[in-house]
């Protein structure tokens, strides 16, 4: 479909994909309502675009990705790689800070870095959509199952830690907050998935993933217990490089 008011975006990745693979396109554009409609009437088929390989219809652009073997996701399948590509991105944020402000990546500042950032994207994930987070956070912590307004007040709790702990600030409070939320999502997670055994999704990234619940979600919290700790006991090695 190529329209005034859209192009799709299908159409043109499907079109990419084929000369990528070497082949010689012949690429008909529906260009009104009326043409997709009838299109899709004359080969008895629900979407555009339509991919034809030497007369025999492949389909659209998922079935194109199929029929040259590579992977196409599945509507609903689980995947770290969300919380992968989250990670990455704090950990290298923390070295490049470290770096700018230490003149080295590699130093004990730069791990609390890490785990500030992560809190503070975290958070931001779970901000998007609180309605939908609290909805899957309810189906598990066991706080928030007894207080409902928990699942609320939780990703703002968060960002809030995360924050203070990246301007190494108010210890006195991110700390004590750090704590206590890591430590009842880590109890919540682990009844939840090794002790009732329950198959349930992640809300860790926001209410819309389909990160699996149970080790990813296990370490946010430890992680945020652990920083917490860390900054309780007041260690005066945090603006040293590791060795």
Not at 24 to 48: M, N, P, Q
Not at 143 to 168: C, D, I, N, Q, T
Not at 195 to 214: M, Q
Request: glycine fraction near 8%; proline fraction near 5%; hydrophobic fraction near 50%.
């Amino acid at each position: 479909m190529v329209m005034p008011s859209h192009t799709c975006p299908y159409g043109l990745k499907a079109l990419d994909l084929l000369k990528r693979q070497g082949f010689k396109v012949e690429d008909h554009w529906l260009r009104t309502r009326a043409e997709t409609d009838a299109f899709k009437a004359e080969h008895d088929v629900k979407t555009t675009p339509q991919v034809f390989i030497g007369g025999q219809r492949i389909g659209g652009f998922d079935d194109l990705r199929r029929y040259f073997g590579k992977r196409v996701a599945e509507p609903g399948a689980t995947s770290y790689r969300p919380v992968i590509a989250l990670f990455a991105m704090t950990a290298l944020m923390a070295l490049a800070a470290s770096q700018a402000v230490l003149g080295s990546p590699f130093t004990v500042r730069a791990a609390e870095w890490f785990i500030g950032f992560s809190m503070c994207v975290l958070a931001l994930l779970k901000l998007q959509d609180v309605e939908k987070f609290s909805s899957m956070f309810l189906n598990y912590d066991l706080l928030a199952k007894r207080w409902v307004p928990y699942s609320y007040v939780y990703p703002f709790a968060e960002g809030l830690a995360g924050v203070l702990m990246v301007a190494g600030v108010l210890t006195w409070l991110s700390a004590p907050v750090a704590l206590f939320i890591g430590s009842v999502g880590a109890v919540s997670v682990f009844k939840a998935v090794y002790v009732d055994r329950r198959e349930l999704k992640c809300a860790c990234v926001g209410g819309s993933s389909n990160v699996p619940l149970g080790f990813v979600s296990l370490t946010e919290n430890l992680m945020m217990v652990g920083m917490a700790v860390w900054m309780l006991l007041g260690p005066t090695a945090s603006h040293q490089m590791l060795p």
